[in-house]
């Protein structure tokens, strides 16, 4: 017996990043595809070609698409904590989930979600201020009065 992963039952097992693009940009369009991914292929001059060269080049948008494709358009539950750390092609899918029919997606749902966003990042970005700010006070407070005792030619300079 083998002890390999079965990657069978993973929806993008078998399918080209063009054929997934087209698929994606031909149920929901390139508008609602940039709503929610917030890539720039999909709003500047979109293509499928240029969608699929662009996304060839970088790997954290392809990751990000083939998950749009796994969790909205193929519906399949959330990943575990442990699959969500590997890339969506590596991810095993249990034998008993299936693909179900693509999620209903809107521009206003996409609004909300991306508002949503915005609130958690100023949150996190709230939360790591103040222990942030309170570290570089005190080095600049220390490293200032050093750097005039240390440069003979601090009093000079204006």
Not at 29 to 45: Q, T, V
Not at 95 to 103: R, S, T, V
Request: overall charge positive; hydrophobic content about 35%.
């Amino acid at each position: 017996m083998t002890q390999d992963p079965d990657y069978k039952n993973n929806p993008l097992h078998g399918v080209s990043l063009k054929q997934l693009v087209t698929e994606i940009a031909q149920h929901y369009g390139f508008k609602i595809l940039f709503a929610y991914l917030n890539i720039n292929c999909f709003a500047n001059n979109p293509s499928v070609e240029s969608a699929v060269k662009f996304l060839k080049k970088t790997d954290w948008a392809r990751e990000k698409v083939e998950a749009f494709y796994l969790y909205q358009f193929k519906s399949l539950p959330r990943a575990s904590a442990e699959q969500f750390e590997l890339p969506p092609r590596d991810r095993i899918v249990p034998p008993d989930q299936k693909p179900g029919p693509p999620a209903e997606l809107s521009l206003e749902d996409a609004e909300r979600l991306r508002e949503k966003r915005a609130k958690k990042a100023a949150l996190h970005d709230q939360e790591r201020s103040p222990r942030a700010t309170a570290g570089r006070r005190v080095g600049n407070a220390t490293r200032g009065s050093g750097a005039d005792d240390a440069d003979p030619w601090a009093k000079w300079r204006k």
